[in-house]
């Protein structure tokens, strides 16, 4: 009898995981601004499917320099490991960056999905406008250095609105009933924000200021950068000349008005917001000012002598003692019609800022500066850019530092040991025709300097610091 065999099998189901998925979300914009306080966040809709935790993450991407692709995840990430990192800094504006996460279960499956980044850099640019203007005068308030937002810009708004015609525009028209500033805020298409503010209507006293009985102007004659003298013009007393009544303005040749030195040099007298002078022996007065213009006038001006037609590029305001001050910059406009460039600055009530009868162009770093201004005595202009009226003589004003301590040391052939409360950058010494005898670069606090293979006689000291430019007298004995 046969045996019938028999196989029996077993058909046992064996489990096998379904393939591990990750999904790290859609293409996103960030908002540049945002970076700094750690709200710009990769991953937030990142997703996994199939997976078995715990999980690790490794967030990389990559830019292209120089033929090479770098790794830079580190670079822009708090932290490439963590599932959602937050990000510690941004990437060249509105380019697309592909960031890749890889992502690892327990079971040692990896799945990897990318997804493409970008920043909106968006800003407004810092332009601002101090604007002069009367009460009921229009303007219009228009924005035009919008950059780096992703287009098109979802609104406009100015605050506050009190006078705008048109508030949620980028141009509005604007009535002046009173000093105020305007700020422009602009939300783009992802929704990033930028603000600025760039307008300061500001309305001038409502008396234009006028010349005193004792007014001073010290000029500085600029040759090469440097200042090689002074010049005071002083108001003393009146002048009439063809039944017009004419301030008298006396020039020194020097920081201070010095009765034996000073001489007669001008006439000069203001009506309705206008400035005339006039040289004794001329048939003629000539306007010097006209602080009524508004911003697109022209005007004609002398210049070395003969009448030359400039602009008024802008007008705007600045505080001085107290008061707004009008202030025109003159200029000229280029053969296109629309840029531009300004050479000098007339401010109400006290000048050019090149000199009481100064409107000439720098040429090659040469020229006259307006040092101060005084109204009776009083300081009301200080230039900047200067740390004092003079060359270290005479008149001595405010400054932001103290003056450098120049002392000779004595029995020595020509030392001078120079002190100054900052550190000291740049050091030349010029003779009187403006030539630089030497030049140093000591940055130091202190310096020794020999002139003893100068000649004897006065040379002028300029000295540059972080506080700016200090120039003063120095006497080789």
């Known amino acids: 009898m046969k045996k019938l065999l028999f196989s029996i099998f077993l058909l046992i189901p064996i489990a096998v995981s379904a393939q591990l998925r990750v999904f790290a979300g859609n293409d996103t914009t960030f908002c540049e601004s945002c970076v700094s306080k750690g709200t710009v966040i990769l991953g937030t809709n990142l997703k996994i499917e199939n997976g078995t935790a715990p999980y690790t993450y490794k967030w990389t991407t990559k830019y292209h320099l120089g033929g090479k692709f770098y790794e830079y ?9 963590a599932s959602v990192p937050v990000f510690k800094s941004s990437f060249p504006n509105k380019i ?55 287009e098109p810009y979802r609104s406009y708004s100015w605050s506050p609105t009190v006078g705008l015609s048109s508030p949620n525009t980028l141009s509005t028209k604007c009535r002046v009933i009173g000093n105020q500033r305007y700020t422009l805020r602009v ?5 990033c924000v930028a603000e600025d503010t760039p307008y300061d209507v500001r309305v001038p006293d409502a008396e234009a200021p006028v010349l005193g009985t004792t007014d001073s102007w010290n000029v500085a004659s600029i040759n090469w950068g440097a200042i090689t003298g002074v010049e005071n013009l002083t108001l003393k007393g009146d002048t009439l000349i063809d039944s017009k009544l004419y301030k008298s303005v006396y020039s020194t040749i020097d920081t201070m008005y010095i009765a034996a030195k000073a001489s007669y040099k001008f006439g000069i007298r203001e009506e309705n917001s206008k400035w005339y002078f006039r040289f004794k022996n001329e048939n003629s007065e000539q306007l010097l000012y006209d602080f009524s213009l508004k911003q697109s006038d022209t005007i004609s001006v002398i210049v070395d002598g003969s009448y030359v037609k400039y602009s008024i590029i802008k007008v705007d305001t600045i505080p001085l003692n107290g008061q707004f001050r009008k202030r025109l910059y003159i200029g000229l406009y280029n053969s296109d019609g629309k840029s531009y460039y300004t050479y000098n600055d007339w401010i109400e009530g006290v000048g050019s800022t090149q000199g009481l009868v100064y409107n000439s162009p720098y040429l090659m770093d040469s020229g006259t500066d307006l040092l101060c201004y005084h109204k009776n005595g009083e300081l009301v202009y200080f230039n900047p850019t200067n740390k004092s009226c003079g060359l270290g003589l005479g008149i001595k004003s405010t400054r932001i530092n103290s003056d450098p301590i120049v002392a000779p040391v004595l029995n020595t052939n020509g030392l001078f040991k120079i002190s100054y409360g900052r550190e000291i950058e740049q050091l030349a010494v010029l003779d009187m025709q403006g030539r630089t ?19 004897k006689g006065i040379y002028i000291l300029r000295l540059k610091s972080a506080d700016g430019v200090f120039v003063k007298k120095i006497v080789r004995r």
């Open 73 to 81: 995840a580190k670079d822009v990430l708090v932290d490439s490991t």
């Open 96 to 150: 697309w960056q592909p960031f890749v996460v890889e992502v690892k279960d327990a079971n040692q499956q990896i799945a990897r999905d990318t997804i493409n980044v970008r920043f909106s850099g968006f800003i407004l640019s810092a332009s601002y406008f101090s604007l002069s203007q009367r009460m009921g005068d229009e303007i219009e308030l228009n924005y035009s250095n919008i950059g780096e937002g992703i």
């Open 187 to 191: 939300v783009d298409s992802v929704g």
């Open 437 to 455: 005898m030497m030049q140093l670069t000591p940055f130091d606090n202190s310096v020794a300097l020999s002139l003893a293979n100068q000649p």
